[in-house]
Structure formats: structure tokens, C-alpha cells
């Protein structure tokens, strides 16, 4: 009898998992259909590979994202695993809140295989790594060559003398533009673009710690661009453009020039036909030089996770080099592996425009200074209303630099002061 | 007979107790919480924040321009949509309210705008004023009420336009149903005694329809204010503020405070002295309200 | 001549209640090849369903419309339920402290909920109430209340209150005089009511976005902004979504507007 029960006892002990089962919270906030489907599906193979441990996946959507997992972290109800735009890493990193992965990479062997700039990129707070990036943004110049051609234009403009040059033939034809700008929401880049292309320098700060902003090169560059705007270059109500409306008015030719990162492709290739449109590097300013910014996007852990080691799994099941490869499939963000540069992914004929900006040492990619706590209010909020004045004819250039230099220079001092 | 005096005394309280725990659980509470964020610096995220800092926020807001503005566009965006809603509701209710064959389905048709979430509304109507993918502007153009056909919402002098037709387009069903419901409570026998006494239609809408209607009016006017005052979705989703703050309100810059800079406690601040406005505005419409219904 | 023009204002609010709608109709049908190109004409040159059975099959639309349904109508009933109570006791009642509860119903409504989302969240993420349906309903019926109550506070006042103390005098309770007599009088406010509770649940965004998020508790709305994503929007699904939201609330208003119509004749009070 007694061994019967004890043959029980292990037939129960057998049946039972040998721990308890494990959740993970992974939430992805960039999120579109497709790339949710790749990502249940990195993730379905990380669960097979670790019994007991089950994932849940929530994916915000990206208008509401931010108000979202700002309030959910607030309130206490904080994720293992999120996906980490730049935008956002000083925010939660410089508050603390964000596990730092300098341990994880040192004994991680893959993280021999990652591009320079992605180590780079992972540590734009305090010098250490709160996220592993998964891949870059660059933007480069999307033209129309169904309008170009009509304008007599051959090939895409080289420098920001022959795009303004372009923009003006093209302006000519009825209800044309040449330049889709986006005067609203998201605007910054473009403001930094051509403001460090006149300026010639991507510096944003002098070594002193104060603005570059109100120097006289960034001021020719944002007088630049609002001159475009008030010689009829760009269309009217462009004043208040975001996303979909700079989008929209290139699918339709009502301006022929935008501004863009590789993923807006994904959309594009749905609306037109792909002889009507080119991508080309972005055009160079007075010193021969282009500086097209440059964004990325990553995984980070919550330092409050209470199952790191497993997180960290996880994010090396969703960014080793072959879940990394899957997902920029769906996500057009160009590669944080060396290798992964000669992936027939790439290899097409409209990635050379940003091939051709890499390989180009006069490109200098620029990384716009998330890192500055602040940031988010300041492109979102603050440049949106005095850009919009400024191109309005409501304030000088000039007025508009300084406001974003004060701010700046505040935001950098806090930095300078700031915990880290 | 005293059991029978507590029970009566305690009657209206037991109407009203579910209702009231509810909202003092689940609205009050919270929002004594929200508004004490307003003497806090309180900052989102922040584990460094949450100082009491007494008045300082109320300080700043006096020489924030940002505040001045939107309070400026608050006031003209919800006397305009409010106005316009009620008048064009009222005309709808009245029109409604007469027999004619087809009725129940016009007014399920002019009805169906309410059913539209507020956002969905609002992108509907940012596309109808973008010339490239909406006809207004061409209209508008043609009508020689633009001088080029283009985005209104792009244009500083115009933009708070957009929003408000929008807003009237969602709004004007909420006035009509509950005017319509006011005035199927009227008994017609009292209209057919005027027009017996030869009162005129004009004379029976102001002597019979107005009067009865009052009550509804004064309250749907009011909360209708309140809301509209606090709603900015249409505002978030159609122009972000823009251009240049011109459409910014209230609700929309206290949104961009709390979820942009992160700045709960300023957003807060602000908040408060929306409340205390609205509070002051409800307190003249209850006056005026208890004038017209007390007899006498 | 009266009736050519009141004709004709009909029409002229049909047309602007309409257009709108048309539009999202028209965009939802237009293939994502013409969205752009064709943007201004009234109807494009090919029309296309796949927007629709795209919602249907490839989203979980079904399952949003299915949330926002439940939470809806137990939004409208509880809501509604609670108001006719308070309305009632408003339009009847001199009370201690009814200043009081009247005031702190209307502070609930004059300010932005954005500022209360945050403290909320804390108080129902404890409770097991973020991330389900029923957290949504307690939060709706709350908001809604002071609102609806206050107009059923204006139907009651409409009804004459010697009806239900003639009932009273023949040895009725007050709470049977109630629902046997005032209640069916009051249909249309009802009606009204109920109506304006379910669509403003329907509609709502702030709070079923901040305080759930996952699929399985989304709302319509909220699942609305998932064709938003940082690199495009899809138009077409989202109005294709959009339109068929419309049919429930359509019809619901079809419903409720028998009873809005019906109204109250001079024979009814009497009879």
C-alpha cells in the first residue's frame, strides 16, 4: 500500500509543470496589423522555446501610445518588455526607469554582430544601454517623377539651391507644389534638416552648453525653409500638415518633394505605381554637405520586471540577428546588423537612396537631441506653435530660434544637473 | 404614523443614494485627487516631483499667453456651437414635431450624426475641408465664399470654423431629441383652447411652447455648455490647436499639458480655473431657470 | 406655401446630417489606389467591398462591436434606471441637502476628464476593474447619471403630479403610482434618455483607451484608432468600420424614435 501511494505521489509530482507558469508582459506601441502578426509569431517561438513561460502581448496604437503607457506606468501597472522609440528613452530612462543591459550585452555573443552606431545609439542616455535598437530611420527626399517629368525635370534635385530651383518649375504648373512641407504635428525634423544643411553643421549645442540655434547659419536655415513656403513653394494650407497630409498631398502630385524614413514606403507602394516615384539622398547645402536625421526604435526591460533574466530572453528572441531580420521586414527600418546590409531585403532598387546616403561620407546622419529631458514637449508642442507663427508671418525667424534655443538651453542645463 | 413620517422623510434620500455613492465613488473622489494635482508640482513619470508648491502654479498661469489665447478661442468656440446647435435643434424639433408622411424615417436619418463617435466625426470633416480629398473648399470656392479653394483649417482667420461645423453637425441631434420628447409631453388641448381664444401660431409658440419648453431648455442648454466647453476631441483630431494656437481651448491645451509636457499639476491649475468658470456660468443659468419656473 | 418651406428646411437638414456620412460611405468603397487620386469626386470610378470584408474577417471588429454593444445598453439600462430615481426625487421632493447632491452632480460634469483619469486608473486597477467591460460600464453609468438624471428631472415636471396622488388617495404606494402611472407617461423622456446614455457610451474614447488595453475589452472607438499606426492610416477600413457602427446605432434609434413620436396625446393623460 504505502508504495502505491508513493507511485501516486509521483504520478502527481510528473504531471505537474516542474515551476509555476510565468507571464510576461511585451507591449508594442508602433503597432500596425502586420507588424503584430511577425511579432506573435517571434514571440510563439520564444514561448516554445521556454515551457511555462507565456507572453502577453498588448499593442497600443500609436496615436494614443504615449498618454497610455505613461499613465499605466504612473499608476503602478508596469510591463516586463516594451518597444522603445527614441522619443521616449530619456523620458524612461532618465527617470529611472528602465533596466540598464550592460550586463546582458557583455555576455550576449550576437551583440559582436550589431552595427556601430546601433551600440551608439542604445547608450544617448547617461552613456549606458536602456534599449537594444532593432533598427533605423534615416529620411531621404521621396519625389514624384510623374510631376517632375511634366515639369521637364529629369532626375532629382542634388543640392537645396537646384530643389528650391526645381520647386519654383514646378510650381508653375496648375495646382502643383514642389515641396509637401509639414508645417504641423511632427515638423521638427524637417526644420532640422534644412536648418543644418544651410547652417552646414548638425551641432545643436555649442561647447559652452548653450544653443546653436540663434547662430546665424540655423537662422538662414529656418528662413530658409519659411521663405520656400511664402514664395507659394509649398502649398498654402501645409501650414498644418502631419502625417496624412503630406502623404496624401504626394500620392496625389499636388506637391512633388517630401521628406521621408523608409517605412513610409510600406505605404506608398499600396497607392502608386512604382515608376512614379523615386527616392533619392537628401540634397546637399552651401558646404557640399546633407544631414538627414536620423531616428531608431528598440526593446528595453523595466527595471521593475520581475523576471529579467526571462525579458532579456525575450528581447534576444525578438532582436537576435534572425527574429531582427523578420521584423524590420515589417517595419522598413533599415539594419542594426553589419550583415544584414547585404540581405536581398535590402537589395532593391529603391533602398539605394539610402544605401547611397550611408555610404556617402558628405551624408552625415543626424540624430535629432532626444535625449534632452523635455524633448517630447518641445518638438510636439512648442515647435508646432511658433513654427506655425513664424510661417504665418506672425514672428520673425529669428523670434522663432530663440524660442527653441531658450528652451534648449533649459532643457540642457537640467540635463547638466539632472540624476543619471 | 412616526414610522410612517421617517419613512417619507427618508424617501427622496433613497431615490437619490444609488445615483449619488456612484458618482461621489467614481467622479468626486477622483477628481478631489485630480484637482489637489493643481497645488502639487506635479510632473508625470517624474519621482522627483510632487512638492506642494501652494498657488505658484495659478502664478504662472497669469502671464501664460497659451492660457489667455485658449480661454479667448473657449469662449468663442462654445457660444458659437452651443448657439448654433440649439437654434438649428429647436427649428429641427418644431419642424419634427408636425405630422407629415415619412417622418419617423427623416428623423432617424437627422438623427444619426449623434451615433457617430466624436473622433470618427472629426476626421470625417477634416477630409471634407481638405481640398485634395474632400469638396468643400471647391464648394465654398464656387460659392465665392473663398477666394481659392483650400484648407480652411490651415488658415489662422478660419480654422475654429472647422471644429464648429463639425461640433454643430454632431450636436444639433442631442437638442432636437430632447426638445421633440418636451414638446410630445405637451398637451395638445391647451394649443387647441388658444386657438380657440384665436391665438396665432406665432403667439402659441410664445405664450404655450416656449414656456413649457423652458425647464428643458435651461438644463440642456447649460450642460450642453459644460460639455462642449470640455470637449476637445474634435479640436485633437481635426487641428491639434493649430495653426499657431488659433483653435486651441481650453480642454485641447490642458490635454497637451498633461500629455505633452507631462505636466500634470499645471494641467491641473488650469482645469481648476475652467471648473470654477463653468461653475459661476451654471450657478447664473440656475438662477435664471428657478425665475422662469417658479410661478409668480 | 408654409408646407413648401418647411419641405424644403427638411430637406436642407437631411442633406447636412447626410453628406458627412456619405462621405465616409464613399470612402469606405473606394479602392486605396483611387483614395488619393479620384479624393474630390462624389463617387470614384471603381467601387470595392474589400475594405468591408477586410473589417470583418481580418479584424477584430466583430468582437469591438460586440464589447461596445454590452457595455452600451448595461450603460443605458443602469444609467437610466439610476437617473429616473434621482429625476424623480428632484422634480418631487423638497429636501435637506438637495442643493448639495444637485451641486456635486454638476461639478462632475464641468471639467476636462482628462484630469481624473490618472487617479481612476488607481482606484480601479485594485479592484480587478482596468481591463474589463465592467470597469467601463461603472465609470459610463457614473458620468452619465447627474446628465440624464437632470432630464428626466424636466420630463417628470412636465407630468402633473396631482396624477399620482390621486392614485396615492385611492391607497397606491407612492413607488406603485410610480412606475403604474408616471413612468409610461414619461416614454419618450425614457426614450430620450436611454438614447442619449447608450450613444454616449458608444461613442466614448478617453476612458476605454487609457483604462483597457486589450483586445478582448476593447471598444469600437478604441479599436477605431488601431488603423491608425505611425506610418499610415487606413482609410478605407476605418470608415468601412465607421459605416457599419452606424447600423446598430441606427437602428437603436429606430427604436427608441416609436416611443419619441408616440408622445402624449390630450386623451392619453386623460384615459
New interface residues.
Partial sequence: MPKRAALLILALLASTPARADTTLRLVEV????E?TETLKELVAGYEAAHPGTHV?V???????A???L????????IPDVVEMPDRWLS??AG???LEDLSAYLARWPDAQGLNERALAVARTVGDRPYMLPYGFYLRALYYNKAVFRQAGLNEPPRTLDELRADAARIAQLPGKSGYCLR???GGLNGWVMFGASIAGSNDFFHEDGTSTLTDPGWVAGTTWLIDLYKDGLAP??????????V???F??G?CAMVDQ?P??L??LK??MKPEDFGVAPWPKGPNSKAYPTLGYAGWSIFKKSEHKELAWDLVVALNGPAGNLAWNKRT?ALPVYTAAAHDPQYSGTIYQGWFAELADPDVVPTLMPTGLP?F??FA??LV??SS??A??G?IAPLTMNKQWAAYLNKSRRKQAEG?Q | MSRRRLALAIEPYLYTAPSLLLIIAVMLVPLLTGLSYAFHDII?????SGDFIGLDHFRELLDDD?FWTALRNTVTWTATSVALQFGLGLALALLLNQAFPGRGLVQALTFLPWAVPGFLSGLAWAWLF????GTLPHWLHGLGLLA?P??I????HL?LWGPIVANVWWGIPFFAITLLAALQSIPQDIYEAASIDGAGPWLRFRRITLPLLAPTIAITVMLRTVWVANFAELIVVM??G????ATQILSSYIF?LA????DFGYASAVAAVLLVLLLAYAAAVMVLRHALTEPG | MVRLFRYLALATFLAFALFPLFWMLKVSVTP??L???E?VRLWPSRVTLVHYTDVLR??QFPLFFRNSLIVSAATALLATAAASATGYAFSRFRFRGKAWVVGVMLVTQMFPLVII??PI??LL?PLGL?NSLAGLVLVYTAFNTPFAAFLMQSFFEAVPKDLEEAAMMDGATRLGAVVRIILPLTLPGLAATGGFVFTAAWSELLFT??LN???AVSTFP?GL??F??????DFGQMMAAGVLALLPAGLFFFLIQRYLVQGLTAGAVKG
Wanted: charge should be negative.
Fill in positions: 508602433l503597432s500596425s496589423p507588424r502577453e498588448t499593442s497600443l496604437s500609436w496615436g494614443s504615449f498618454e497610455k505613461a499613465t499605466m506606468v504612473a499608476a503602478g501597472d523620458l524612461y527617470n529611472g526607469q508645417g504641423g504635428p498654402r494650407d501645409s501650414v498644418n500638415w502631419g502625417f496624412n497630409e502623404v496624401a498631398g500620392y496625389t499636388a524614413d517605412d513610409a510600406i505605404a499600396q497607392r522598413g523635455g517630447a514637449y510636439d508642442s508646432v506653435r506655425q507663427q510661417l504665418l506672425q540624476v | 508625470l513619470l517624474d519621482p522627483l497659451g481638405n481640398p485634395v480629398i481659392r483650400e484648407n483649417l490651415s488658415d489662422p480654422a487641428t491639434k493649430g495653426p499657431a494656437d497637451s500629455f505633452q509636457r507631462l | 486605396d489606389d483614395m488619393y487620386g479624393g481580418r479584424t483619469v490618472a486608473f488607481r486597477a482596468t483607451l487609457m488595453s486589450s483586445a478604441a484608432l488601431g491608425v499606426s505611425k506610418f499610415s492610416v
